[in-house]
């Protein structure tokens, strides 16, 4: 056999191997292979190194496929993570959105309702306070009924009586258990009209937080008080809170709780009237009647607001 023929099986090997020949040219390899050991073994050996050449790039490409695929479950994973995330931010987000919005409008509509009574020149307001201390397992309550008409006040507490006007720096005050009776001249003015109705401060309060987020720290519940149906606003938790009851309907307060666990228990009930104040209600001239006319009376010049209080 002709050395040239071997030359020419080798450089035709790896088309051979790939099935690349003419039938002539596959022909004439297959009759050489078939007599020449010395090109069989050098084709065999070609033909294991190609084989295990694709064997290593077919694992080369499983490894980087199984990478890619690791890589895609990854970020598939984030992906789900995230969003996960991103609804759960949303959901609460949601949550103390549509909590500041229903304790915002609660808190508003009673604010414009205080607003709107601070104008009224006829109304009375009932305040009774239960006080319980839990120390030393005392309690008390006080009544206080503001009478209102046309810039005119009468206030009883106790056993005590105040009259007195909008913008004026006199006022009366009656001591029926020390059968006494002061007119006092202030170097202030006591009251304006709608200082009265300051008993309802933490609406007010409530108010001056709706800039902030503080709001957030107050809870809204429904609750039925007495037939009926309110809104209870709470600022604190079960060991120390406030909670304001506000008629669904009316707007206004109608009840007061402040506790603090183990210490102390206040209740202060509310009954507001609009125009039911007669004249006779708020005239101080009863007092120049047979009925005070064993009452001492003082007259007072005051220069300290510590005398503001009755």
């Known amino acids: 056999m002709k050395n040239n023929d071997c030359d020419i099986v080798k450089d035709l090997s790896i088309q051979y191997i790939e099935d690349m020949l003419s039938s002539n040219s596959k022909e004439f390899v297959n009759n050489h292979l078939r007599n020449c050991e010395n090109c069989k073994k050098y084709y065999n050996d070609i033909n294991s190194n190609i084989f295990n050449e694709n064997i290593k790039e077919d694992k080369k490409d499983k490894i980087e496929i199984n990478h890619l695929k690791k890589i895609r479950n990854h970020m598939n994973f984030l992906k789900i993570v995230i969003m996960s995330i991103s609804i759960t931010i949303a959901v609460f987000i949601s949550i103390f959105v549509v909590k500041y919005y229903n304790i915002s409008n609660v808190v508003n509509e009673a604010y414009n309702k205080l607003e709107y009574m601070k104008k009224l020149d006829n109304y009375k307001l009932v305040q009774e306070t239960t006080y319980k201390n839990f120390l030393d397992n005392s309690m008390y309550t006080v009544k206080t009924t503001y009478y209102y008409k046309d810039g005119k006040y009468k206030i009883e507490l106790g056993n005590g009586i105040r009259y007195l006007e909008d913008d004026s ?10 059968k006494q009776i002061e007119y006092h001249t202030q170097d202030f003015i006591e009251e304006k009209k ?4 300051n008993v309802f401060s933490n609406i007010k309060n409530y108010k001056t937080l709706e800039k ?7 809870s809204l519940r429904e609750e039925r008080f007495n037939g009926i149906d309110c809104y209870v ?3 604190g938790n079960n060991n120390s809170y406030v909670d304001i009851w506000i008629d669904k309907n009316q707007k206004i307060t109608l009840r007061m709780v ?3 666990y183990m210490h102390h228990y206040c209740e202060t009930l509310y009954t507001f009237y609009e125009n039911i104040v007669k004249n006779e209600d708020i005239d101080s001239s009863i007092l120049n009647t047979e009925k005070y006319k064993d009452y001492e009376k ?3 010049t005051v220069h300290d607001t510590k005398y ?3």
Not at 194 to 197: A, H, N, V
Not at 212 to 218: A, E, N, Q, T, Y
């Open 308 to 310: 503001k209080d009755l």
């Open 169 to 178: 720096y006199n006022k009366i005050c009656v001591y029926n258990d020390l």
């Open 212 to 218: 902030g987020i503080s709001r957030l720290g107050l």
């Open 233 to 235: 606003i709470r600022r």
């Open 194 to 197: 709608g200082d009265t109705l």
């Open 258 to 260: 402040e506790e603090e």
């Open 298 to 300: 003082k007259n007072i």
